[in-house]
Structures are given as structure tokens and as C-alpha cells.
DNA sequence: GCATAATAGTTACATTTGAAACTAATTCAG
DNA sequence: CTGAATTAGTTTCAAATGTAACTATTATGC
């Protein structure tokens, strides 16, 4: 073999098995809310952030879950117009807005909530407690290791 | 506390930490074949999968690479004008037709090889041979899990 | 102060993607 | 056999997405 260069072995390689987990567990957790709930996941995530740290601007949304600045505005506007957002501009920098659920929106999150925990504890029971802990500590790891990586170039 | 339903931290929920994390390694690798190859990462999962598994029909490749056939079609099509892939229709049944990496297909592809398998090791250089064991165990039986669950609904 | 640059957010356009309809070939039921 | 049902793969049309341009407002340099 004049180049062993190692074989390409798809099924074990990490970043494709991280992708398909990620899109099995995500397409999985959509079904339950899509339907009931008519959301995209992109519009769940803004309501999750903002259930969980509101108020905050648009670009706070989009650093807290990694999504850019159109994503979150079309996801807000589809939002607002459902009535399930708020925004109430800054009176002292008239350029931000801050966002809050609405009445409607805390009620929908409510019960969207306990949907997306079961999902999550019926996925981990999978896994022992400790192994759990062992898994979020290591893709923790992994995280912030491929942040700094793609920084370095 | 009338409805102690958990709060949602979206920060340490599974389904956002993985979706998150398989983004940023996705992307990550993407960089390093996107310029300088010019493929798109759906087209180069079906290069992977073809330089692995070859001959296989579109409908074995999106098995491989969990990607629907219409996604497949579009790869190979780009593919092929390319002159990456070359097809050829089954004898015996004809709405088959295999598919292969062609000379200069699979000469692209032993270039991409090392550095994906170059950024994947960079990346596990943050766990150790045993926390690596350990990580790929424990994705398998999430994988395992999620498919059994979404599948009883 | 006033022009320039920077920031928050939206809109417009082009590309990508997904669902459903479609074509072509094969299998199956009677 | 013959017609309905299946299967492989492509095309079509609508929706989602990303990039870049744009509006409005605030900050900065001189």
C-alpha cells in the first residue's frame, strides 16, 4: 500500500455522527410541538430564550442561541404577529427593542416546556446518571474545544 | 410554587446542546473543503459515502448518509457535471443505476480524506483515548435510542 | 456641531431545501 | 398476459435560508 493514508470510515467518523444525532433528536423533538403548536423550530428557540431570560434585544437572542440577526427577526415577526411577542422599544436607544413573551406567549411556552423536558428525560434514560453527567460534561468539552479550534484557523 | 414544572435551561438541554455542537463541527470541516474543492457538504457525504462503499445505487447512499433521495439526486447531479461520479444504469433492472467516484473523483476525494480525519483528531484531542472510547459509546446508544423512540411514537 | 462611522434591525434577492407530483421501469394479483 | 401497485429517480413549485443592501438611530473624530 504505497499511501495507508487511513480509510474514511463515514459511520465513525465525528463530525457525522454528531450531525445525524443532533438532526434525529431535533426532527424528533419537532414533531411533538410543530403540529400542536404550529412553531418552527427557529421560532421555538426564541421563545425558549425568551421564556427563560427575557427581556432581551434581538441580538441577545441571537447570541444565546447562536442564530443570526435575519433568522431572529423573521422569527420574531412571525412571532409578533401571532401575538406570542412583544416588543417595547428603548426609549433611550430607540435603534434596540426589547422582547418578552406575551400573556398567550408564557401560556404556549408553559406548555410547551414540559413536552421538551419528557422528551429529553425519555432520551437520557437511555443512560445511567452517571454516564449522563459524563455526556454533557464531554460534548461541553468538545464544545468549547471546537470554538477555539475554528478561532485558531 | 403552584406548577413546579421544571424550568427549561435551554443552555443545558440536550436537544440545543447537540444541535449546537454538531453546527459548529459541521461547519468547522466545511471550511476546510469548502474553498478549496468547491463542495457543498451534502455533496461531499455522498462522495464520502461513495468513496467507502462504491458501487452503490442513489437510494443505498441516502440510506448510508441518512439524506433523502431528492437531496441525493441534486449531489449526484452536481456531481456528475463535474465529472466527480460516473453512473451506470443497471442491466437487469433499469430504473437502477450505480454509482462510483471516477479517476478524478477519487483523486479529489484521497486529498479530502486526511484533512477530515486531520480536524477530527485535532478535535478529540480534548478527550483523552478512554473519554473518546467512552463519548463514542455513549452517541451510539443516544442514536440507537432516539431512532427506537421516534419510531413508537 | 457636523460629517463619518458604527450599530440594531429589516427588507430584497438569489440560492437552497423540502414536499409533492411526475416519469420510467418493474412487480404483483387475478 | 394485463392492469394496478411499487420502486427508483427526477422535476416542479413553494417555503426557508443566507448574503448583501438598506433604514433608522446613535456614537465618534475633528
Redesign the pocket.
Known amino acids: 500500500m504505497p499511501c495507508p493514508s487511513q480509510a474514511l470510515e463515514l459511520e465513525n467518523f465525528l463530525p457525522y455522527r454528531l450531525s445525524i444525532l443532533a438532526q434525529i433528536v431535533s426532527e424528533s423533538l419537532h414533531d411533538l410541538y410543530a403540529d400542536p403548536f404550529g412553531l ?3 421560532q421555538w428557540r426564541v421563545m425558549a430564550a425568551l421564556g427563560r431570560f427575557a427581556p432581551l ?4 437572542v ?1 447570541q444565546r442561541i447562536v ?11 412571525g412571532l409578533r404577529k401571532r401575538g406570542l411577542v412583544e ?1 417595547a422599544t ?1 426609549r ?8 418578552r413573551l406575551s400573556a398567550r406567549g408564557r401560556a404556549m411556552h408553559a406548555r410547551i416546556v414540559p413536552i421538551a423536558l419528557g422528551y429529553e428525560e425519555r432520551l437520557y434514560k437511555v443512560l445511567t446518571a452517571e454516564e449522563r453527567r459524563s455526556f454533557d460534561a464531554l460534548t461541553e468539552r468538545l464544545f468549547a474545544h471546537a470554538k477555539g479550534i475554528r478561532q485558531a484557523g
Open positions: 418552527t423550530v427557529t434585544t434581538a441580538s441577545d441571537g442564530m443570526d440577526k435575519v433568522a431572529v427577526s423573521r422569527a420574531v415577526a416588543r428603548d433611550a436607544d430607540r435603534r434596540r427593542a426589547s422582547l
